[in-house]
């Protein structure tokens, strides 16, 4: 069975919403990026194909039966309805602006004819009857039906073939195989439209039987025999079948929002998609048993006001939903659409101590109800257990609710996973739910923090585990002072029998060591820090002077007075590093800072400062350079020169 879908005013109302859909039981989804704004599926059962037409992109897009793009059909302007021969061999199409009807060999998806409607005739919906191709045309009142004889040696074009109403917009056509001689047209876009049923059997349409049902139809479907159809709308929350011969009700199937669409399976299964503005379901597959539920599913965990395109598989085995998100339309195939749809909750505490009886809850549910004794299986996943440690199967209770108890054997996050595996009537479910379970806090140290070292000096690390359950591995990394020194993993491996693991580390910069234990099932994660100081190295040079000698208890540098010393300072070479120059003289009784300067040290870590002017003869004096962490940078501790001495004469 095949189905045409009106369009809907929604889509033009909210067409600057921003939603997204989000598949629940559709077995799979993929995006329809060949489209912008699916108007009309039809379904080649014979090719295994779909084709959707675009009227935003002026094509229709071919898709297999798993929404795979196989190709388009281009240079369609504004095109809508579709409709297939019997035979499925030949796709119709109404090129709405183009006035002309399309047809396409389904197989080789070439081009074999194309019918010219009449300038401004704008045709919309097509259905293939008795062989001929009726379509509707025109626009607002000035709209009517016309027919393309195909049997005949020249295919023809008849216009104005309404007879017993005045059409509000182009009639939305349906038309069976199995009730030849029968067209259906619904005057879709006006709230008193009626439902009009001609009698094509003469090849003139003749009416049979008109009523107004209250009209702005949104989608209709007929049943397999053809003698009625299923109407989604009119603003109502209820999908309604007549009967074609008279009009008159058959039966009401009730829904939670407004239908979308709907379709018919060869079974005389009815599926229709929803508004969903209350987001609890927008799929709804009602069973030919009129006794049971209808069976209610979530797509698209959206409100999806641009529409649901809703067609089943030529064999009636799966459904396929196209949901229009305003982005990127999205075909989706349900499996096994006459199942109910199970849905699974478990609720596990957030948090137990280890070894202790926890207990898990939860409810399996569906449209049709599961039975108590309904088995469920369970699985617990932890550090002990990563692959999953069956647990059982438990029964359903009353309600469909379940509850099972269990000690867990490991700390850390427990995860339990209950399954359904389904039935002949409900589909399979899973859910998961984790519990933090308690783990002992291990002992973790690591030596040496606070301490200070030489520039470069080989420095031993020992980190100390105490009591674990298995693990015994522990991780020492050492992160140096500076963006350009990354993190770095050091040593990694067991601890010896005394709980201990060393690693030696040549210091050049201060320096965070972190030892690492990543825990096991009955001890947490522990982690803990040693941060230590590393000096530079600091040479002190002075230049200048006509002779050295030990004297007051240092080695003295001797400068004629006229004669500049120069002092140069080198330290390990750092971005933006500076030194700080220090002069003193001795006063008599102690050593008088005269002067102090940082200077800024060159790529190599030199900087040269010349000390100039006319010194008093005889005076003592002394300079060093010194690193102060902080002044140019912080990648080393504050580190002292030693002290020059030195003495000018005439």
Do not use: C
């Given at each position: 069975?095949?189905?045409?879908?009106?369009?809907?005013?929604?889509?033009v109302?909210?067409?600057?919403?921003?939603?997204?859909?989000?598949?629940?039981f559709a077995?799979?989804?993929?995006?329809?990026?060949a489209?912008?704004?699916?108007?009309v599926?039809?379904?080649?059962?014979?090719?295994q194909?779909?084709?959707?037409?675009?009227?935003?992109?002026?094509?229709?897009?071919?898709?297999?039966?798993?929404?795979?793009?196989?190709?388009?059909?281009?240079?369609?302007?504004?095109?809508l309805?579709?409709?297939?021969?019997?035979?499925?061999?030949?796709?119709?199409?109404?090129?709405?602006?183009?006035?002309?009807?399309?047809?396409?060999?389904?197989?080789?998806?070439?081009?074999?004819?194309?019918?010219?409607?009449?300038?401004?005739?704008?045709?919309?919906?097509?259905?293939h009857?008795?062989?001929?191709?009726?379509?509707?045309?025109?626009?607002?009142?000035?709209?009517?039906?016309?027919?393309?004889?195909?049997?005949?040696e020249t295919p023809?074009?008849?216009?104005?073939?309404?007879?017993?109403?005045?059409?509000?917009?182009?009639p939305?056509?349906?038309?069976?195989?199995?009730?030849?001689?029968m067209l259906?047209a619904?005057?879709?876009?006006?709230?008193?439209g009626?439902?009009?049923?001609y009698?094509?059997?003469s090849?003139?349409?003749?009416?049979?039987?008109?009523?107004?049902?209250?009209?702005?139809?949104?989608g209709?479907?007929?049943?397999?025999d053809g003698?009625?159809?299923?109407?989604?709308?009119?603003?109502i929350?209820?999908?309604?079948?007549?009967?074609?011969?008279?009009?008159?009700?058959?039966?009401?199937?009730?829904?939670?929002?407004?239908?979308?669409?709907?379709?018919v399976?060869?079974?005389?299964t009815?599926?229709?998609?929803?508004?969903?503005?209350?987001?609890?379901?927008?799929?709804?597959?009602?069973?030919?048993?009129?006794?049971?539920?209808?069976?209610?599913?979530?797509?698209?965990?959206?409100?999806?006001?641009?529409?649901?395109?809703?067609?089943?598989?030529?064999?009636?085995?799966?459904?396929?939903?196209?949901t229009?998100?305003?982005?990127?339309?999205?075909?989706?195939v349900?499996?096994?659409?006459?199942?109910?749809?199970?849905?699974?909750?478990?609720?596990?505490?957030?948090?137990?101590?280890?070894?202790?009886?926890?207990?898990?809850?939860?409810?399996?549910?569906?449209?049709?109800?599961?039975?108590?004794?309904?088995p469920?299986?369970?699985?617990?996943?932890?550090?002990?257990?990563?692959?999953?440690?069956?647990?059982?199967?438990?029964?359903?209770?009353?309600?469909?609710?379940?509850?099972?108890?269990?000690?867990?054997?490991?700390?850390?996050?427990?995860?339990?996973?209950?399954?359904?595996?389904?039935?002949?009537?409900?589909?399979?479910?899973?859910?998961?739910?984790?519990?933090?379970v308690?783990?002992?806090?291990?002992t973790?140290?690591?030596?040496?923090?606070?301490?200070?070292?030489?520039?470069?000096?080989d420095?031993?690390f020992?980190?100390?585990?105490?009591?674990?359950?298995?693990?015994r591995?522990?991780?020492?990394?050492?992160?140096?002072?500076?963006?350009?020194?990354p993190?770095?993993?050091?040593?990694?491996?067991?601890?010896?029998?005394?709980?201990?693991?060393?690693?030696?580390?040549?210091?050049?910069?201060?320096?965070?060591?972190?030892?690492?234990?990543?825990g096991d099932?009955?001890y947490?994660?522990?982690s803990?820090?040693?941060?230590?100081g590393?000096?530079v190295?600091?040479?002190?040079?002075?230049?200048?002077?006509?002779?050295?000698?030990?004297?007051?208890?240092?080695?003295?540098l001797?400068?004629?007075?006229?004669?500049?010393?120069?002092?140069?300072?080198?330290?390990?070479?750092?971005?933006?590093?500076?030194?700080?120059?220090?002069?003193?003289?001795?006063?008599?009784?102690?050593?008088?800072?005269?002067?102090?300067?940082?200077?800024?040290?060159?790529?190599?870590g030199?900087?040269?400062?010349?000390?100039?002017?006319?010194?008093?003869?005889?005076?003592?004096?002394?300079?060093?350079n010194?690193?102060?962490s902080?002044?140019?940078?912080s990648?080393?501790?504050?580190?002292?020169?030693?002290?020059?001495y030195?003495?000018?004469?005439?």
């Open positions: 069975m095949r189905s045409l879908a009106a369009a809907t005013t929604l889509a109302l909210f067409s600057s919403a921003a939603l997204t859909a989000t598949p629940a077995d799979s989804v993929k995006p329809l990026t489209i912008e704004d699916a108007a599926t039809v379904v080649d059962g014979t090719h194909r779909v084709f959707i037409s675009d009227a935003s992109t002026n094509r229709i897009a071919v898709t297999d039966d798993a929404g795979s793009l196989i190709g388009t059909l281009t240079g369609l302007p504004q095109v309805g579709l409709a297939l021969s019997p035979d499925d061999s030949t796709l119709y199409a109404a090129v709405h602006g183009a006035d002309k009807i399309v047809a396409y060999d389904t197989a080789t998806l070439a081009q074999t004819a194309e019918y010219a409607t009449g300038t401004g005739t704008t045709p919309s919906s097509l259905a009857a008795d062989g001929k191709l009726w379509f509707g045309y025109g626009d607002q009142w000035d709209s009517d039906l016309g027919v393309v004889d195909l049997s005949a023809t074009v008849t216009l104005g073939l309404a007879v017993g109403h005045d059409f509000a917009s182009p939305a056509l349906y038309a069976d195989s199995d009730n030849p001689g259906l619904l005057d879709t876009n006006i709230s008193s009626p439902m009009v049923v009698d094509i059997s090849g003139t349409p003749v009416l049979r039987v008109a009523e107004d049902k209250g009209g702005t139809y949104t209709a479907a007929l049943t397999p003698q009625n159809v299923v109407v989604a709308g009119p603003g929350r209820t999908l309604i079948e007549y009967r074609l011969s008279d009009l008159a009700e058959v039966r009401t199937y009730p829904l939670a929002s407004n239908p979308l669409n709907v379709a399976a060869p079974d005389g009815i599926a229709a998609t929803v508004l969903d503005t209350d987001d609890v379901g927008d799929t709804y597959v009602f069973p030919t048993d009129p006794s049971k539920p209808v069976s209610v599913r979530n797509l698209s965990h959206a409100w999806m006001p641009g529409g649901k395109l809703t067609s089943w598989s030529a064999d009636g085995s799966k459904l396929f939903v196209v229009d998100t305003y982005y990127t339309p999205q075909f989706r349900v499996d096994e659409p006459r199942k109910y749809a199970a849905t699974l909750k478990v609720d596990a505490p957030a948090s137990a101590p280890r070894a202790k009886t926890l207990t898990v809850t939860g409810t399996l549910t569906a449209d049709l109800a599961l039975p108590s004794g309904t469920i299986t369970v699985t617990r996943t932890d550090t002990e257990s990563p692959n999953g440690k069956p647990l059982g199967t438990k029964s359903l209770g009353t309600g469909g609710r379940f509850s099972f108890t269990d000690v867990p054997p490991a700390g850390g996050k427990v995860k339990y996973t209950v399954t359904y595996a389904g039935d002949a009537e409900h589909t399979s479910a899973s859910a998961t739910d984790t519990v933090d308690s783990r002992a806090t291990p973790l140290t690591l030596n040496n923090n606070g301490k200070v070292y030489s520039y470069g000096q420095v031993k020992t980190a100390h585990l105490g009591t674990t359950y298995k693990n591995t522990v991780e020492i990394w050492a992160d140096p002072y500076g963006a350009d020194k993190n770095k993993l050091v040593k990694t491996g067991t601890v010896n029998s005394d709980g201990n693991l060393s690693v030696v580390v040549d210091l050049k910069r201060k320096t965070k060591l972190t030892a690492k234990f990543a099932a009955r947490a994660p522990k803990t820090q040693s941060t230590v590393a000096k190295s600091i040479s002190t040079s002075v230049s200048g002077a006509y002779k050295s000698k030990y004297t007051w208890n240092h080695t003295y001797f400068f004629r007075q006229s004669k500049d010393p120069v002092v140069t300072a080198t330290l390990p070479p750092y971005g933006g590093r500076t030194q700080l120059l220090q002069i003193q003289y001795w006063s008599g009784t102690g050593w008088v800072t005269t002067y102090r300067e940082y200077f800024k040290l060159d790529s190599a030199k900087s040269a400062v010349q000390l100039t002017g006319t010194p008093p003869k005889g005076v003592r004096f002394r300079v060093r010194s690193y102060v902080g002044s140019g940078d990648v080393n501790t504050t580190t002292y020169g030693s002290w020059k030195f003495t000018f004469t005439s």
